[in-house]
């Protein structure tokens, strides 16, 4: 059994920052992808950013520029640095992985967080 914890989320005005964490623990034996994806009221979820062991990043148009995405391998957690936030960034933001669990290395298992809110208010 693998758990997302995700914390960091939260009201924010328009221009300011806040920085999301996501905390891996379970059966793993190692990560490959890690992301955050966010999903807007009346939208479909969409892919902000995503990183893999080695290092390459991904990002949306949308927040390329503003936003930064690391993680700590010996932690197993992924971080979301939002900064310069606008309202239309306002949306439930979800933690993804991609691991091997052990005894399985040749496996690619997904798993989600269960959202944290991020509000922009202008």
């Known amino acids: 059994q693998v758990q997302l914890v995700e914390s960091g989320g939260g009201l924010v005005q328009a221009g300011g920052s806040l920085r999301l964490s996501c905390a891996a623990s379970?059966?793993?034996?190692?990560?490959?992808?890690m992301g955050w994806y966010r999903q807007a009221p009346g939208k479909q979820r969409e892919l902000v950013a995503d990183?893999?062991?080695?290092?390459?990043?991904n990002y949306a148009d949308s927040v390329k520029g503003r936003f930064t995405i690391s993680r700590d391998n010996a932690k197993n957690t992924v971080y979301l640095q939002m900064n310069s936030l606008k309202p239309e960034d306002t949306a439930v933001y979800y933690c993804?992985?991609?691991?091997?669990?052990?005894?399985?290395?040749?496996?690619?298992?997904?798993?989600w967080g269960q959202g944290t809110l991020v509000t922009v208010s202008s």
């Open positions: 993804n992985i991609h691991y091997s669990p052990y005894g399985f290395s040749f496996r690619d298992l997904e798993v």
């Open positions: 990183i893999t062991r080695g290092g390459s990043t």
């Open positions: 379970g059966s793993i034996l190692s990560i490959n992808t």
